[in-house]
């Protein structure tokens, strides 16, 4: 089983967790909150995946399978990391506007 440790504080986190698991095979999946933490992490088959690589592997699970895999090529995943830095450093902002619990951090 997978798990997906996110923050649990996170408006906008919590609403892409909720797509996710809305699109995804059911019972896949383990779900752990944390407060406070900074980017996703994607547990499974002993390997930790981060940021952008957790979010391409979720997306294999989804009937979004080439857009994952797209994000997991080696040439476009530096620039999935930049995007994902970019839009983790503003999540709070993105919660606000989107009217969900704003992070804390």
């Known amino acids: 089983m ?20 809305s699109n995804s095979k059911p019972n896949k999946f383990k779900l752990e909150k944390r407060k406070k933490l900074t980017e996703i992490i994607v547990i499974s088959k002993n390997q930790k995946l981060y940021g952008a690589k ?12 080439v857009i994952g ?4 090529c ?15 450093k503003h999540r ?9 619990q704003v992070c804390k951090i």
């Open 54 to 65: 957790g979010i391409g592997y979720l997306l294999k699970y989804t009937k979004y399978k």
């Open 2 to 21: 997978t798990t997906i440790v996110y923050d649990g504080d996170c408006g906008f986190c919590q609403l892409c967790i909720d797509w996710f698991i």
């Open 69 to 72: 895999d797209f994000i997991c």
């Open 92 to 100: 709070s902002k993105i919660s606000f506007i989107l009217k969900k």
């Open 74 to 88: 080696c040439f476009v995943l530096p620039f999935a990391n930049i995007v994902y830095k970019i839009i983790a």
